[in-house]
């Protein structure tokens, strides 16, 4: 529910601004009115409905709702208004773009990095709205592209889930006996000096796996992501996520073990070890025989943990010594232009390539934002540094 303390006088029908203008707000909250028994109504929703039916005949009926009154009426130059003083879902922009700032410093320290340090000081400085009863919709943004800006990779990893969900009500359709399985497949630490030569060997053997007739039995399509995080000693851990989407038979007579995963694994890696790989069926869960978490709550958390962040934030962030933030340099040399995201078989064209991604895919990162019922203006919000937050800035509304 918006936070709106600075602007509403909750004990009256009026919202105030300094400007001295009382507005009524005749749709302050999304709220549904779907009470049959008087008895049983939220305190705060009878007076809401008392309200309403007090409205004085000759307040002006274009304005219906706060995003209005911002727009028609905004503050005065004096009020600080944030973003997440308007729309508690959004903000989260305050904290991604925080990260941003940090991880940019970070590149502005090293000569080397200064094009990326530009890039993302330019990154998203602001975020344009439409508006309406139901909330705010985010119009237009502005991004570096920089494949370490938590940002943008933030905004990668929405735009993917989003697609992924789609893809998997498709797949229901087009294959309703098929079953998930969540696969996560590692290799020994490595030095961060090493991690290019240690992911393309990794990337190698997926592909010598993917051909292998065990594999190709049971499974009919993949997304395979990659993360890299820090160890504790400084080395890089690479790992992969994958998402299986694997035939009926795959439980029946094409079952592989974990053990056997593993055994695979260590094989088309050829190492003299034996890799932890883990590995389980995407299922509901029950407790005392309920159903407490669905089959399509359990594939979507599946979606959400594959198609994550493909580098912490935390670990780009370091604790601020020079190691740390040569270690984070080290990283952006050789992850330099490699791919973290694939896919084959069924889900081949479920995602996006990287370098496919537009501004317009980032800001509509779903169906739902770009047919929202908005017209062509927009309350815009720029991010003021200092205080590391995005206010509402009506001078550059459009």
């Known amino acids: 529910m918006p936070n709106l303390i600075p602007f509403v006088n909750k004990y009256s029908v009026f919202i105030g601004t300094d400007t001295n203008n009382l507005i009524f707000v005749k749709t302050l909250h999304d709220i549904k009115f779907g009470y049959t028994d008087a008895k049983s109504k939220p305190a705060y929703l009878k007076w809401y409905e008392e309200q309403l039916s007090a409205v004085p005949d000759d307040i002006p009926p274009a304005i219906t709702n706060i995003y209005e009154h911002l727009y028609q009426i905004p503050p005065s130059d004096s009020t600080d208004l944030s973003l997440a003083d308007i729309s508690d879902k959004d903000s989260i922009w305050d904290d991604q773009r925080y990260k941003t700032e940090q991880v940019g410093d970070i590149y502005g320290y090293n000569a080397e990095f200064e094009t990326y340090a530009e890039r993302m000081t330019d990154c998203s400085t602001f975020l344009a709205y439409g508006f309406g009863d139901f909330g705010l919709k985010l119009k237009n943004a502005n991004f570096c592209r920089v494949r370490h800006c938590p940002v943008c990779q933030w905004r990668r990893s929405l735009l993917w889930k989003a697609n992924m969900y789609v893809a998997y009500d498709e797949i229901k359709e087009k294959y309703p006996t098929h079953r998930w399985l969540f696969l996560t497949l590692t290799i020994k630490n490595c030095d961060i000096t090493d991690l290019r030569e240690t992911l393309k060997h990794m990337n190698d053997s997926w592909h010598k796996l993917v051909k ?71 299922k509901a869960k029950k407790k005392k025989g309920v159903e407490v978490y669905s089959v399509d709550d359990a594939i979507k958390s599946a979606i959400m943990e594959t198609l994550k962040y493909s580098v912490k934030p935390a670990d780009m962030i370091g604790d601020g010594t020079a190691a740390s933030n040569e270690w984070f340099y080290e990283l952006t040399r050789q992850c330099y232009k490699l791919r973290f995201v694939s896919s084959g078989g069924a889900l081949k064209d479920a995602l996006k390539c990287d370098d496919e991604i537009t501004d317009d895919d980032l800001v509509n990162i779903n169906q739902d934002d770009i047919e929202s019922d908005t017209d062509d203006r927009r309350l815009v919000f720029t991010y003021k540094k200092p205080i590391h937050k995005y206010l509402y800035n009506p001078q550059f509304n459009q």
């Open 212 to 282: 292998r007739v065990k594999f190709l039995r049971g499974v009919e399509g993949w997304i395979k992501t990659t993360e890299v995080t820090k160890g504790k000693d400084g080395t890089a851990h690479p790992h992969f996520h994958v998402m299986l989407l694997v035939k009926p038979s795959y439980f029946a007579k094409n079952y592989i073990k974990q053990m056997e995963w593993s055994e695979l694994w260590q094989s088309v890696l050829k190492v003299d070890y034996l890799p932890v790989v883990d590995v389980r069926a995407v």
